[in-house]
């Protein structure tokens, strides 16, 4: 299979999730209030979409690396796996127990696939830092962390932007904003990060 | 485990991301190597070997 480049990989890989939060944030929630099945069904499943191409991005990233990419992509993976069962089988216990009510529960299951991909970002940056490779931080061939962490912040702000304006809801709006925040101090640090390595290389 | 490939590239002129292009690597998968910090699977010390016409016992060191 093609070997895809970090930056193809990285620019893929933000547009799709961009689209995601997009759909997630204005789209999904229609699906409540749809007229019929059918709609309920387009609203409630689009944002599948970027979901599934994202996957198939990371399993042609995979199938198009060499033996030490595939191990800490299997690293990153195991980690992903267990931080994900682990928080699968508290939420399943405490749902049985109705500590949650239905609604809870399934925002929990929302949050799966996000976690997911955290742990495995995380678990995967951690491998290849034992490796000296640098994934996930300015070292790699992909794009700039700082610069990821901007764009998605930029994400955020528009979400943020639509709701307030247009739907009006305080609560997604306040939620976007935090994570536009959050996501502009990341991108702070990566980037001083970055201006000190090279100062301290020149 | 220790290795010569940082020497034998050099000899050569070529750059890391060079011989990653000759071996299907990624450039930080060769410097990895390099640096000792991951030891290749036996079917890339053989690419390895052949490419630079030596025995793997010459360039990689237990």
């Not at chain 1, 742990?119 to 490779?133: P, V």
């Not at chain 1, 307030?164 to 502009?184: C, K, P, Q």
């Not at chain 2, 050099?10 to 640096?35: C, F, K, M, P, Y």
Request: net charge positive; aromatic share 12%.
């Amino acid at each position: 299979m093609t070997r895809l480049s970090p930056r193809t990989y990285d620019r893929r890989v933000l547009i799709a999730m961009s689209i995601y939060v997009v759909l997630m944030i204005c789209v999904w929630p229609l699906a409540r209030n749809a007229a019929n099945i059918p709609l309920k069904l387009v609203y409630a499943l689009t944002p599948v979409v970027p979901l599934l191409y994202t996957v198939w991005l990371m399993a042609r990233r995979i199938l198009g690396s060499d033996e030490l990419e595939q191990r800490t992509h299997l690293i990153g993976i195991g980690v992903g796996a267990a931080v994900t069962s682990v928080f699968s089988i508290v939420t399943g216990f405490l749902a049985a127990a109705k500590v949650f009510d239905l609604e809870t529960t399934s925002i929990f299951l929302i949050w799966i696939f996000p976690l997911l991909m955290l742990s495995y970002g995380i678990g995967r940056a951690l491998a290849a830092r034992r490796y000296g490779l640098g994934a996930c931080d300015d070292d790699s061939d992909g794009m700039p962390s700082y610069i990821r962490f901007m764009y998605a912040s930029g994400i955020f702000c528009v979400v943020a932007a639509i709701a307030y304006f247009y739907s009006g809801d305080e609560r997604i709006t306040s939620f976007a904003l935090g994570m536009a925040s959050s996501l502009v101090t990341g991108a702070v640090f990566f980037g001083v990060r970055r201006w000190l390595r090279r100062r301290k290389a020149q | 485990m220790n290795n010569h490939l940082r020497e034998l590239r050099e000899q050569r002129g070529w750059s890391q991301g060079d011989l990653a292009e000759r071996l299907d690597v990624s450039r930080q998968t060769v410097n990895a190597i390099e640096t000792s910090k991951y030891d290749p699977s036996l079917p890339l010390a053989f690419r390895i070997a052949k490419l630079f016409r030596q025995q793997i016992e010459q360039i990689f060191e237990p």
